[in-house]
Structures are given as structure tokens and as C-alpha cells.
């Protein structure tokens, strides 16, 4: 069965600045999808960004950028220029390429505050 | 108009009770999926479907029912309810694998339930 670990349950940063979610996974497939989803106080769980594991180059998404790295089993989010409205709780998600296995698999998440 | 809606948003009940929890698409999709999310665990699956006439199991089924009445409505019962249900509940839709961006789910705005 596939794992996804989010191992900052908490990240800090200033407005205006970067930072870097972490996300690792485990899995024996070579054909698989990885999400990033955003929760914020809403609690609608929004679409961040979205990459095919047979894709080499890095998903982006405006100030939203991925460093897939398919060996180490690594997905990491950079939010660029963060913004107040960043601050969420961010989900890591796996889903695998079978037609059947249609379910996501989540992190447990990572809160993100962002300071003046 | 939001694309996946859900009803009610919020809900305090009784152990013991049954409960109905609805889901409404305008997406056109014929996946559906019911999640539930507590706090330090991220989303797990319930049950999905693929079509008005599939109903499959998902990692924490017991003490939940679904039903499919139509492409557009997928609902989740608890039959009796009991405290430890008491959580947010996510549906979701996608398209076919290999349809468009059928590996992406989306996201209703979750329903709150309370088991006292």
C-alpha cells in the first residue's frame, strides 16, 4: 500500500518570502499522480498544483512550483512571494496510474502560518 | 454556482440517529467519492463509485452506506451514529482516468458532523 509523509506538521514564513513543503512517499508503481492540495479556514480543499510521475520536468503553477524528485520518492511544494492568503493547511496526495485505484492517498498535512 | 456542493454544511446529532449526508456535481464527471478528515490524519476514502450502478468499498467502510442515485448525486448514510464519526466529511468527483485531467478530484466544501 502506498504511504504519504508530510514530516513539518508546522511552517512559519514571512510575507513576501520562500518556503518549501516537505512530502516523501513510498510506493512500488512507476506510473502514478501527485497533488498538492490547499485547506484554508474555509475548509474547501483546493487544487494547488498536479504532476505526472513520467513527466520529468516540474509542474508550476504561478508562484507555486514542485521539485519532483521520482527516485528519492520526493514531492516538494515552494510557494514563491508567499502571501497572507497562503496561509492554510497543505496536503500532500498520491493517486495511483490503475483505472481501479482511483483513490487519493494524503499526508496528514503541513500548516502553514505567514507573518508580516 | 460552486460545482460540488454539499448538504447540509453542518450537522449536530444524537448516538443512535441515521443520518444522511448529500452531494450535488455539475461537473459532468462520473466519479464520486466520500471522504472523511480528523484532525492529525489527514483525508481517508469511505466509498466511491464510477458510474450510477458501481458502489465500491474504501479504506474505512464499516458503519457507512452510500447510495448513487443518479450521475449527479452520490450520498453517504450512517445508519446509527455513534461519537466517533464525529468529523468533517469531504465528497469529491473526477472524470475517467485518462480523460482530460481525470486524475484530479474536486473537492465539495465538506460537511461538519457532531455525534454527541
Known amino acids: 500500500a502506498q504511504t504519504v509523509t508530510q514530516s513539518q506538521p508546522e511552517m512559519s514564513v514571512q510575507e513576501a518570502e520562500t518556503v518549501t513543503l516537505s512530502c516523501t512517499y513510498d510506493?512500488?508503481?512507476?506510473?502514478?499522480?501527485l497533488f498538492w492540495y490547499k485547506q484554508p479556514p474555509s475548509r474547501q480543499m483546493i487544487l494547488v498544483i498536479r504532476?505526472?510521475?513520467?513527466?520529468?520536468q516540474n509542474a508550476t503553477e504561478n508562484r507555486f512550483s514542485v521539485n519532483f524528485q521520482k527516485a528519492a520518492k520526493s514531492f516538494s511544494l515552494k510557494i514563491s512571494d508567499s502571501q497572507l492568503g497562503d496561509a492554510a493547511m497543505y496536503f500532500c496526495a498520491y493517486r495511483s496510474d490503475t483505472g481501479t485505484a482511483s483513490k487519493l492517498t494524503f499526508g496528514t498535512g503541513t500548516r502553514l502560518q505567514v507573518t508580516l | 454556482d460552486a460545482d460540488v456542493t454539499q448538504t447540509p454544511r453542518n450537522r449536530i446529532t444524537k448516538t443512535g440517529k441515521r443520518i444522511m449526508l448529500e452531494c450535488s456535481q455539475t461537473k459532468g464527471h462520473d466519479r464520486m467519492y466520500w471522504y472523511r478528515q480528523d484532525p492529525g490524519l489527514g483525508l481517508r476514502l469511505i466509498y466511491y463509485s464510477f458510474d450510477v450502478k458501481d458502489i465500491n468499498k474504501g479504506e474505512i467502510s464499516d458503519g457507512y452506506s452510500v447510495s448513487r442515485q443518479a450521475q449527479a448525486k452520490f450520498s453517504l448514510s450512517l445508519e446509527s451514529a455513534i461519537p466517533n464519526q464525529t468529523a468533517l466529511y469531504f465528497c469529491a468527483t473526477s472524470d475517467f482516468l485518462g480523460q482530460g485531467d481525470g486524475d484530479t478530484q474536486y473537492f465539495g466544501p465538506g460537511t461538519r458532523l457532531t455525534v454527541l
Open positions: 510506493t512500488s508503481e512507476s506510473d502514478y499522480y
Open positions: 504532476q505526472e510521475a513520467y513527466k520529468q
